[in-house]
């Protein structure tokens, strides 16, 4: 792994950081997407499933690369209480999030260099409806320690599975 990509030794004992805002992870991501001579060349495509591979892995932050097909998704999901942002540094995509019970499914187009930012209750699908691949940098605060699935039905979204990152 080269130097600028390894993981930081451990944080010394009593020492806990506070993770960082949403607004400090877009500003990482976005950041990132800028130097594409430091992602660009890992990124791979896969015809089963979503690639990915973790960038960056800091105690109160990581940074990972995703690439994504016509068609994949990743299904309603969490970030287990983590912050989160993304940014899309090639092709498109689409993000479907439930904006509460007044406002309802929220679809958004999100275009080359769109980025999205969050809390730490966030929940969203992002999928690939486009003809073409698309790759974004997404960044969590605290890095993600479980993230949990759900179903969208008649009566909103329903938890069917967490999972821990030994599932990734």
Not at 40 to 52: A, K, P, Q
Not at 64 to 85: K, V
């Amino acid at each position: 792994m080269p130097a600028d990509l390894a993981a930081p030794a451990p944080p010394e004992a009593g020492s806990v950081r506070p993770p960082l805002s949403p607004n400090a992870l877009r500003r990482l991501v976005r950041d990132l997407a800028e130097r594409p001579e430091r992602w660009l060349h890992r990124v791979r495509l896969s015809g089963e499933d979503r690639w990915y591979e973790r960038l960056e892995l800091a105690p109160d932050y990581e940074v990972w690369l995703i690439s994504w097909l016509p068609g994949q998704s990743t299904g309603f999901h969490d970030h287990g209480g983590s912050r989160g942002a993304f940014t899309v540094a090639l092709g498109e995509l689409e993000e479907l999030a439930l904006a509460g019970p007044e406002h309802g499914l929220t679809v958004r187009r999100l275009t080359a260099g769109a980025e999205r930012a969050f809390g730490p209750q966030y929940l969203h699908d992002v999928r690939n409806t486009s003809p073409g691949p698309a790759v974004t940098l997404h960044a969590y605060s605290p890095p993600l320690a479980r993230m949990s699935r759900y179903e969208l039905r008649a009566g909103g979204l329903a938890r069917t599975a967490t999972e821990g990152p030994e599932q990734w």
